[in-house]
């Protein structure tokens, strides 16, 4: 009897606390900045593409969302198509934890949806964004050893000319 | 003529009293949620029209617009009977309270506290008839659950109005009052108040009394099988319950018109509004008893407790000389 005195008075006590409730479309939740959200690619400091194609993402997704195509241009890979379907999409994150690019990423942004479920689908032109994402400054192909137009092997930071291994010389 | 204009007059009184009623208990719908959002640290609904109270309105539609379905196995007279009992009984009952000695249907019936009790008691038929007319075990089990704890309670509830009738010396609900000028009968019949009040509660089955529906063991219990408007008038008629029971508490124990300074309409309304609010507040607050508590803590501590309350009221009038 007494408890439930004390349960009514506790809940009375409510009356003059605030709401704790975020009054959603005028009132934007806080969203971390590392917020697992809409998927997007992103690009490299010179503006190109990151991805390279390496199918990793698609393999480390769980639901199978995503599907991309490789093609080939001047030594350098990127996809000739790019598509997730966020309607299957879990936002677990492991294609950003996959990719060795840094070129998928997810975004503190969650406002997505459609009244058809085909367009949940997006392709490479819906996700390619012109930023760089979390990684202002990181360049594939700037740190790895593979030659591209306008750099040569040898030529990426922190790499060391090759070795002439025809020459007998250290 | 002037006999015509009477009736005229009264029936007007009647529709307009009708009118106020139901547009009360839409807007304690609303009351209601807004006050138990507040109670949970949310905001309630906020939406539709200033503040939300045109959540009303849209509720009222949606009800209207539902399908009103009676299910093949029901007994479709008495299914569709018993939501109108439910809205008719109360609203009968209101009639014979006294907002003030002139505001009011039949304030001034000479039986107005047998006439609430009798109505009350009709009330229960229409949670019975409801859960048996349903043809569901769950809301035959809700129905048998609402005829045995109404009928308890009713006991109760008027064993606890002996002692306010005994010191006023009458049924008539006006001249109860005004034998309050003095003093509210709640300081010499505090058991009595308790009583009523917790008898009123299991009358209405608002939780914790909540039994007959028990969402989380029979679905909605007496009124699962409803829908649409029925549904809604089984909904209004336990708002206008616990108007009824409020309205009750204050004319019988809280000295209804009577306060200083403010109108006592104001007094009445204010009163009957704290007691409307501390209904949600212990919806809020407190779980559902079991049934078998339920029935225990009626029959074993309540009807006692009204018993000793009639004797020792009895006894003191006897013995203690002078008005009383």
């Keep these: 009897m007494l408890s439930s005195l004390r349960t009514l008075w506790y809940t009375f006590l409510h009356l003059f606390q605030r709401n704790v409730t975020v009054q959603y479309p005028e009132q934007m939740p806080y969203l971390a900045p590392r917020y697992r959200g809409r998927i997007v690619l992103t690009r490299d400091p010179d503006g190109e593409e990151r991805c390279v194609s390496c199918n990793l993402c698609a393999v480390a997704c769980p639901a199978d969302c995503i599907s991309l195509q490789k093609t080939e241009t001047e030594g350098r890979w990127h996809p000739e198509f790019f598509r997730i379907n966020f309607s299957r999409c879990i936002f677990c994150g492991f294609c950003e934890e996959a990719c060795p690019t840094y070129a998928i990423q997810l975004t503190p942004d969650f406002e997505m949806s459609e009244y058809i479920r085909q367009n949940l689908v997006y392709e490479k032109e819906h996700l390619l964004i012109s930023g760089t994402g979390k990684y202002p400054e990181y360049n594939f192909y700037r740190v790895s050893g593979l030659a591209v137009p306008g750099k040569d092997k040898g030529e990426a930071e922190h790499e060391r000319p090759p070795i002439d291994i025809r020459s007998l010389l250290p | ?324």
Aim: net charge neutral.
């Design chain 2, 1 to 324: 003529m002037s006999h015509s204009h009477a009736i005229v007059a009264g029936l007007l009184n009647a529709v307009l009293g009708l009118a106020f009623l139901m547009i009360t208990a839409a807007l304690l719908t609303w009351v209601e949620r807004r006050l138990l959002g507040f109670f949970q640290d949310r905001p309630g609904p906020n939406r539709v029209g200033p503040f939300g109270v045109l959540q009303v309105a849209a509720d009222g539609i949606k009800l209207l617009f539902k399908q009103d379905w009676i299910p093949p196995f029901a007994d479709a007279g008495v299914f569709v009977l018993a939501p109108a009992i439910s809205m008719i009984t109360v609203m009968l009952a209101m009639a014979v309270i006294p907002a003030t000695p002139l505001i009011g249907i039949i304030g001034d019936l000479n039986v107005g506290l047998l006439f609430f009790l009798a109505m009350s008691g009709l009330g229960v038929y229409s949670a019975v008839l409801a859960g048996w007319a349903s043809n569901n075990k769950y809301s035959l089990l809700g129905g048998m659950r609402a005829a045995a704890q109404m009928v308890s309670y009713e006991v109760f509830m008027g064993l606890s109005l002996v002692g306010v009738v005994m010191l006023a010396g009458s049924f008539n609900l006006t001249d109860i009052v005004r034998s309050q000028r003095h003093m509210w009968y709640v300081v010499p019949q505090f058991l009595g108040f308790i009583v009523f009040f917790l008898g009123g509660i299991a009358e209405t089955h608002r939780l914790p009394f909540d039994l007959p529906e028990g969402e989380s063991e029979l679905g909605a219990g007496f009124h699962t099988e409803y829908s649409g408007i029925k549904f809604g008038m089984f909904f209004v008629g336990e708002y206008i319950g616990i108007m009824l029971i409020s309205a009750m508490t204050t004319v019988l124990f809280l000295g209804g018109w009577y306060g200083p300074v403010l109108p006592p309409f104001m007094w009445f309304g204010i009163k009957t509004g704290l007691l409307i609010c501390f209904f949600i507040l212990l919806r809020a607050a407190l779980p559902r008893p079991r049934y078998d508590q339920l029935m225990a803590f009626g029959w074993k501590l309540l009807l006692p407790l009204t018993l000793l309350n009639i004797l020792v009221t009895g006894a003191l009038m006897l013995g203690l000389p002078g008005p009383a």
